[in-house]
């Protein structure tokens, strides 16, 4: 009896787990034809309206793609048979994601590298200041002459006085 019961527990949970996994994978497979036309409409943008795909656009061309692809959802066709014919009447350009091949591949090779390759300029870049920074003295503040200051104030105070003198001249003559 003791045998039995330590059987039952892994078996009830293999049977749920096994129910769960065929759950998941046999859901891709039994979408509706409207769901499946929905998805398709995504992915095909609008000749009309090239910014939007047929699911958000209005135009009556738009919608008699929509009616094409449900027709032929109905009639049988798949997925990548759909999206071949409206390639061959519309050109590449009416698929909302650019094929992974020939020179739309840079594309998706850019793409990919794009942020690894700021994140490396990113890291890069500051490190390289943190070393310029720990590189400096930081003693070279604290050695600043006096003098040189004392220097720096009186030529400072010599422009200022000098601007300030020539300005008060130009406005004077401009009021006369």
């Known amino acids: 009896m003791l045998r039995l ?3 039952v527990q ?11 996994l065929a759950g998941c994978f046999s859901s891709s497979n039994g979408l509706t034809i409207e769901e499946r036309a929905q998805a398709l409409d995504k992915q095909l943008i609008c000749p009309i309206c090239p ?8 135009v009556q061309l738009a919608k008699q793609m929509k009616n094409i692809v449900r027709e032929r959802l109905t009639g049988g066709a798949s997925e990548q048979e759909i999206l071949d014919f409206f390639v061959s009447r519309y050109g590449e350009d009416v698929l909302a994601a650019p094929p992974a ?3 739309n591949l840079t594309i998706w090779i850019v793409g990919a590298l ?4 700021a994140i490396l300029i990113l890291i890069l870049t500051l490190r390289s200041m943190r070393r310029a920074t720990t590189a400096q003295s930081p003693s070279s503040k604290e050695n600043l002459d006096i003098s040189d200051i004392g220097q720096y104030l009186i030529q400072a ?14 406005e004077q003559s401009d009021e006369v």
């Open 10 to 20: 892994p078996i009830i949970v293999i049977t749920l787990l096994t129910s769960i």
């Open 5 to 7: 019961r330590n059987l």
């Open 101 to 103: 091949h020939g020179f």
């Open 157 to 170: 105070d010599k422009e200022i006085s000098e601007f300030l003198g020539t300005g008060s001249k130009h």
């Open 51 to 58: 910014t939007e795909t047929i699911d958000q656009s209005q």
């Open 114 to 117: 794009a942020l690894p390759s």
